[in-house]
T-cell receptor, first 114, second 111 residues
Framework: ETGVTQSPTHLIKTRGQQVTLRCSSQ?????VSWYQQALGQGPQFIFQ???????GRGNFPPRFSGLQFPNYSSELNVNALELDDSALYLC?????????????FGQGTRLTVV | GEDVEQSLFLSVREGDSSVINCTYT??????LYWYKQEPGAGLQLLTY?????DMKQDQRLTVLLNKKDKHLSLRIADTQTGDSAIYFC???????????FGTGTKLQVIP
């Protein structure tokens, strides 16, 4: 148990729809990062939020957006879903942005786009 | 660009040592990590090494870093069936906590 919870655990959506995934950070953690893990691949960095502001972004189109709330929980929104968006979405929370700060991962949300 | 490569699969007998290898390309990486992912679970940080070190040992785990060759390895001593999982090496990239992961090595431990 890492104290990071994600919801829902599984989700099926239709191409073109929009989806919102949620992440509850470990208590006291002010930084959250989101990753996309396609089947058989390593996770790919989507973006990071630090104290409610976007702190960096990977190579993902603008239809991937996020929010971090004052309680440091977070949302990942994906618009105009494509079949290739089918993946496991992981969030990780940490206290601070330093590379030596351990990030704790949730169990992920498995998104299937049909 | 950034690219982290690993072999896809490793099979060892219980009690033997496992060595998982990784190569990376971003010479500016400060930290390199090893993560473990079990079926249906998120990622668990096993250990990390700072780029000015060449070795780090933590109980059964030994990390070796050859910065010149950009080669990282994870040795698991006395491998147990509970060590069966996918292992990812990863490097930090950029000025924030963007971590680039390899494709993962699936470790199978044979009883």
């Amino acid at each position: 148990e890492t104290g990071v919870t994600q919801s829902p655990t599984h989700l099926i959506k239709t191409r073109g729809q929009q989806v919102t995934l949620r992440c509850s950070s470990q208590s006291g953690h002010n930084t959250v990062s989101w990753y996309q893990q396609a089947l058989g691949q390593g996770p790919q960095f989507i973006f990071q939020y630090y104290r409610e502001e976007e702190n960096g972004r990977g190579n993902f189109p603008p239809r991937f957006s996020g929010l971090q709330f004052p309680n440091y929980s977070s949302e990942l929104n994906v618009n105009a879903l494509e079949l290739d968006d089918s993946a496991l979405y992981l969030c990780a929370s940490s206290l601070g942005r330093g590379f030596d700060t351990e990030a704790f991962f949730g169990q992920g949300t498995r998104l299937t786009v049909v | 660009g950034e690219d982290v490569e690993q072999s896809l699969f490793l099979s060892v007998r219980e009690g033997d040592s496992s060595v998982i290898n990784c190569t990376y390309t971003d010479s500016s990486s400060t930290y390199l990590y090893w993560y473990k992912q079990e079926p249906g679970a998120g990622l668990q940080l096993l250990t990390y090494i700072f780029s000015n070190m060449d070795m780090k040992q933590d109980q059964r785990l030994t990390v070796l870093l050859n910065k010149k060759d950009k080669h990282l390895s994870l040795r698991i001593a006395d491998t147990q069936t509970g060590d069966s999982a996918i292992y990812f090496c990863a490097e930090d990239s950029g000025g924030y906590q963007k971590v680039t992961f390899g494709t993962g090595t699936k470790l199978q431990v044979i009883p």
